[in-house]
Structures are given as C-alpha cells and as structure tokens.
C-alpha cells in the first residue's frame, strides 16, 4: 500500500507495517556506510535489511545500488557543508573564517571516514542526477567567494585556485591519517600541525 503525504508531496509505502521512503532508505544507508567504513561492504540486500524490506522493494524509489549511493553523497554533502559552517560568525575576518571551515571540515572528516570515503574516495559508476550535481559544486564555489572577500584584488579564478591548493593539501593529510600511514598517532597533534600549515599555506597564497 503507498500513501501519500499530501503537505510534503512524498510516497510512503507500507510492507508489512514498514514504512519505506527515499529519506528512510538514504538515512539507513549511510548509517551502514558510517559503520562499515565506506561502499565497499554495503550491499542492496544489506540496505534492505537495515530498512526491514525486501531488496526488490528498494527499485520503487531507487534504480540502482548506484543510484541510492549517488544520493547518498549528496545527502552527506550537505551534512559536511551545514557542519563546516556551524558556528561561523558573520563577523570574523575571512581568514578566521577559513580556518573555521577547514578546522570544521577536519573534524567532521576524522569523525566519519566512511563518509569521507564515499565523499572523496570511492568509486561510483553512472552519473548524478542534476540535483546532486548542485550539490557536488556547492562547496568549492562557496569556498571561492569566501577567499575573494579576503583581498578585492583576487580574480575569480586566482581565489579557486587558492581554495584548491588549500583544500587539495588537506585532502592528502585527511588521506594520510585516514589510512594510519601517519608518523603522528594523536588525534589531536595531527589536527594541530595540518591547522598549522593550513594557516601558513593562506597566508603566502593570500599575497
């Protein structure tokens, strides 16, 4: 049986007293995802059974494991976004900023490498949908932006540029750390060093 939620315009179906949705089957999957450390263990069976469903029932919002994965990375892209920037103060200067939302982004990153993974890592064949697309090209423009305010001087494409060196230095380290191949084992004495650099990378790239 599908019922319709006429305020949110969503089709709910009920199997055996389980409701299952889009939100349902995506929050389940990155729950797993988060557990088993990335894609590579999570299957449709294993979504399904998180979500107390039969696999097949998963292809009346899904058409593809692909697909619920794509969906997936849009969902905790935002997730990573809406983290980076809590707490930011409209009144900090843009390099505090920065730092806010790399230091952020670093946290959330460490906390949930499964994510991580799925975000930066994992390999997925097929394409997005438009609306995931938007999402994935969210983050490096709002990133730009955020660099020009520092310095009118900066073109569009010198502030990307920027943010790539930074964010490409970050995602090695992430990478480093992620993958125990680290010198530093405290959690807390890697963070202070890629802070540190990150810190010093904005100020020579800033000139």
């Not at 999957?29 to 696999?55: F, P, Y």
């Not at 505090?96 to 939302?101: A, D, F, G, K, P």
């Not at 660099?147 to 920027?162: G, V, W």
Request: hydrophobic letters at 40%; charged letters at 25%.
């Amino acid at each position: 049986m599908v019922i319709t939620n006429g305020n949110m315009g969503v089709d709910i179906m009920e199997t055996d007293k389980v409701k299952v949705s889009r939100e349902i089957i995506l929050e389940k999957t990155l729950a797993l995802v988060d557990e088993r450390d990335g894609i590579r263990n999570v299957t449709l069976r294993d979504i399904a059974k998180e979500v107390g469903c039969a696999h097949t029932n998963l292809y009346n919002y899904f058409g593809s494991l692909e697909d619920i994965f794509w969906e997936a990375l849009g969902k905790v892209l935002n997730k990573l976004m809406e983290f980076s920037i809590s707490g930011l103060s409209t009144e900090s200067d843009p390099e505090e900023s920065v730092n806010h939302i790399l230091s952020r982004f670093m946290d959330f990153s460490m906390d949930h490498p499964g994510w991580y993974r799925l975000i930066w890592l994992d390999s997925l064949s097929g394409k997005p949908s438009p609306e995931v697309e938007a999402v994935l090209e969210a983050p490096a423009a709002g990133f730009t932006e955020l660099i020009r305010t520092a310095k009118d001087e900066l073109t569009p494409e010198q502030a990307l540029s920027i943010g790539n060196v930074m964010l490409c230095y970050l995602h090695g380290e992430l990478c480093i750390w992620l993958n125990d191949r680290s010198f530093l084992k405290d959690r807390q004495q890697v963070r202070q060093k890629i802070q540190d650099n990150l810190r010093s990378l904005y100020k020579l790239l800033i000139l």
